[in-house]
């Protein structure tokens, strides 16, 4: 498909995110076999803290579960009430962080409106924080989003040669430590879209 950015032609080219996806989990899956062989056989969990009922969420957990048992993994599904409390949550939280055989814990959000997230997120160790939210892990996050855009770019550009190349991403979360990482890379901010543009 051809279009036109900034005055110049060029090819538009779809990422096929499902294929890296498959080659990432195929590599996550022989280093999750290398941790078992040295740790006696132990197999990794990650627990995932569900509280209510939003069906989005669900999906998204639900996801995260299926993920682990494609790499060989297990995941402990907690699932809570929407009526939960700050306090509730910190003590169900604080008994995940203390169960040596959980070895990371992801708490979905957005939470319930009664609930301070902030609080909830700084509950969680450090060392079983997958998603980097806590106040030491802040930015973890996002950066962790650029990187996952950023393996699949340089999965595109491996054995290709172009002295322009030019990317439409739709979230400044995204972008803004992208930018970062690609140092030698220029953004353009056109209203909701966001350019990145690598001139080697």
Known sequence: MKTRLM?????AVVLDGKHVAKLTEEALSVRVEGLK?????????????????DPASATYVKMKGNACRRIGMESMAIELPSTLKTNELLRELEVLN??????GILLQHPVPSQIDERAAFDMIDLSKDVDGVTCLGGGIEDVQSSLDFMALLFSFARGRSSPSSTFCLASRFIIRPLSASLSFSRIFCLE????????S
Request: aromatic fraction near 6%; hydrophobic fraction near 35%.
């Open 7 to 11: 005055g110049q032609k060029m090819t």
């Open 37 to 53: 062989e040295r740790s006696g056989g132990r197999i990794p969990v990650l627990a995932t803290v569900l509280v209510g009922d």
């Open 98 to 103: 203390n169960n040596p055989d959980v070895h």
């Open 192 to 199: 909701s879209a966001y350019f990145l543009s690598d001139r």
